[in-house]
């Protein structure tokens, strides 16, 4: 499949993975449209990148999905990409006190946003020719981070949902993809991880950006680059010794 000359919708492409996406897809000849929650974030991605087009939009808000389809599909009927790149990723200590709202956070953004993306772009996808739905999911939906017990729960639920959602479009034109980084220079990882790392750089975002395009053009549907393949071998060979390892970190 060729990522050239398509119409593409990227959550969360004011930043980090979505942002070098969209520079490298708009390079590539494509129309791109991005959305985030942060006006100002989405003025700045479009100032560096002429030509790309930004729609302010929460993905872990239902009427946000309704209305940002809406106003895509009146601007560019010829939508044929979906990119679920938009997330967040939190420290939390399970212990400590927090309000019931705020427990399933990560779920509502990275799990939900997705799904709901999905029941509400695929009739236009499905009407496509050669339509693509990329889920970006995480290495840790192979092995759980006990220091980011939401997030790796909700990644592991866009994991499994990406697979069945594979087996239920098979035949029907669209393909789906799963792009599970490693850990990668964005400022999601630089904000609150970094000093648990022990010195970890993590990927380049603009290397595994190529990576994944490549991946896609070559017809991969579940692209894991570096660490993130170390993590879904050593889950499945070595599952108590690699879920000690990621236990360790962030332990004081
Ligand atoms: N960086 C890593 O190490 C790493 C590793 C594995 C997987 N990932 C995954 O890769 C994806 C991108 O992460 P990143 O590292 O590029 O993070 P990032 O630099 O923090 O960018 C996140 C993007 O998502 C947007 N966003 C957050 N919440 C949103 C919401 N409710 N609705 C719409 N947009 C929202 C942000 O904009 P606003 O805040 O303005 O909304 C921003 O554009 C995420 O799904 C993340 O889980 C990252």
């Not at 009146?74 to 939190?90: H, Q, S």
């Not at 070559?218 to 570096?226: F, L, M, Q, S």
Request: net charge positive; charged share 20%; with cysteine.
């Amino acid at each position: 499949m060729k990522l050239t000359a398509r119409t593409i919708l990227i959550t969360g492409g004011s930043s980090g993975i979505g942002l070098e996406l969209a520079g490298q897809l708009l390079a590539r000849g494509n129309e791109v449209v991005v959305t985030g929650r942060d006006e100002r974030a989405l003025g700045a991605a479009t100032h560096r990148f002429p030509g790309l087009h930004a729609i302010r939009s929460d993905v872990g808000e239902a009427d946000g999905i309704r209305s940002l389809y809406g106003t895509v599909i009146a601007r560019f009927p010829a939508l044929d990409t979906l990119v679920n790149n938009a997330g967040i990723m939190r420290i939390v200590r399970l212990a400590e006190d927090r309000a019931l709202e705020d427990v399933t956070r990560e779920v509502d953004v990275d799990l939900n946003g997705p799904m709901r993306m999905v029941q509400q772009f695929l009739p236009h996808l499905r009407s496509r020719p050669d339509a693509l739905i990329v889920n970006v999911s995480s290495g840790l939906a192979f092995v759980p981070f006990p220091i980011s017990p939401v997030y790796s729960a909700a990644k592991a639920g866009l994991h499994a949902y990406t697979r069945c959602l594979r087996v239920q479009l098979d035949g029907s034109g669209v393909t789906v993809v799963e792009l599970a980084p490693p850990l990668t220079r964005t400022p999601l990882f630089t904000d609150e991880f970094a000093s648990h790392m022990n010195g970890q750089k993590g990927m380049a975002v603009d290397v595994l950006v190529r990576r994944a395009i490549a991946g896609i053009e070559v017809g991969r549907t579940e692209i894991r680059p570096g660490q993130s393949n170390l993590l879904k071998i050593a889950g499945r060979i070595a599952p108590g010794f690699i879920f000690a390892q990621m236990s360790k970190v962030g332990r004081t």
